[in-house]
């Protein structure tokens, strides 16, 4: 009996417990959550993450192949991409990496929200786009993560 209970705690734990990752100033998270518009001819990207399961998992994100970082729960990153162009914003899961492909306009900021899916062996990571008002509303309860780590 004690092995079974053991066994969900650890189970528990891995799926909610806490991930970290290096972290930006409070300024400077700050200053993102203002939500400026991007430089002339870029549009923004908020690439978010909320608590939820996995929450002992990192998971990489990638922008047109630049690594922006490893995500962990209640963090976001804020990249500028040009504008008026597709970009693609990949994330890695259980098998293989799962992207979304976005068309920016100029002067715009997007929201892509990570989430966590529970699969056969690990969690993988998925990716969607977020609308503005539901985009802003979480990543103000977030802080924003250090830029340029990934894990592969």
Known sequence: ????????????????????????????????????????????????????????????????????????????????VKGNQEHVIATESE??????KLAVADGINYFIRQYIKMGVFVGGANLEVANEAEGKEVVRNLEMAKKGTCSE
Do not use: H
Not at 95 to 100: A, D, K, L
């Open 95 to 100: 098998f293989s990496p799962n992207e979304i």
């Open 1 to 80: 009996m004690f092995k079974k209970i053991a066994s969900v705690a650890i189970f528990a734990a891995f799926i909610t417990g806490c991930a970290s990752v290096p972290m930006e100033s409070k300024e400077a998270s700050d200053q993102a959550k203002r939500f400026p518009a991007p430089s002339q001819g870029q549009a923004g990207l908020y690439i978010y993450r909320s608590a939820g399961v996995g929450g002992a998992l990192k998971k990489d994100i990638w922008v047109d192949g630049k690594c922006i970082g490893e995500s962990a729960p209640n963090v976001f990153f804020y990249e500028e």
